[in-house]
């Protein structure tokens, strides 16, 4: 599964950015879609998740009621919507598949290249 992220770009503080991932294979439905990012200078950590039919979701603190995944299964596409976007929210974002619904990066098989996000201040 090739997973490749587009959408990021360099946002004011207070913007909107909306992110897209979409794969390749034809199990993309099979998979919990992930979105994870890394920060210069610090660990990967999770973003949000999306269960196999799009009806449950998970959502790091930091960015619970600001951000919103959300996946086409047709188009074998997942997206997260970021709102109200905050300096520190500047990171390289990455689209994962894997099996469990989880904010463990473990708990991710594959992976794409990610997309730097940039929210100047």
């Known amino acids: 599964v090739q997973l490749p992220a587009s959408g990021g770009g360099l946002v004011q503080t207070g913007g909107s950015l909306r992110l897209s991932c979409a794969a390749s294979g034809r199990t993309f439905s099979f998979y919990v879609m992930g979105w994870f990012r890394q920060a210069p200078g610090k660990e990967r950590e999770f973003v949000a998740t999306?269960?196999?039919?799009?009806?449950?979701?998970l959502y790091a603190d930091s960015v619970k009621g600001r951000f919103t995944i959300s996946r086409d299964n047709a188009k074998k596409k997942v997206y997260l919507q970021m709102n109200s976007l905050k300096p520190e929210d500047t990171a390289v974002y990455y689209c994962?598949?894997?099996?469990?619904?989880?904010?463990?990066?473990?708990?991710?098989?594959?992976w794409g290249q990610g997309t730097l996000v940039t929210v100047s201040s």
């Open positions: 999306v269960w196999l039919s799009g009806g449950s979701t």
């Open positions: 994962a598949a894997g099996r469990t619904l989880s904010g463990s990066s473990s708990q991710y098989d594959h």
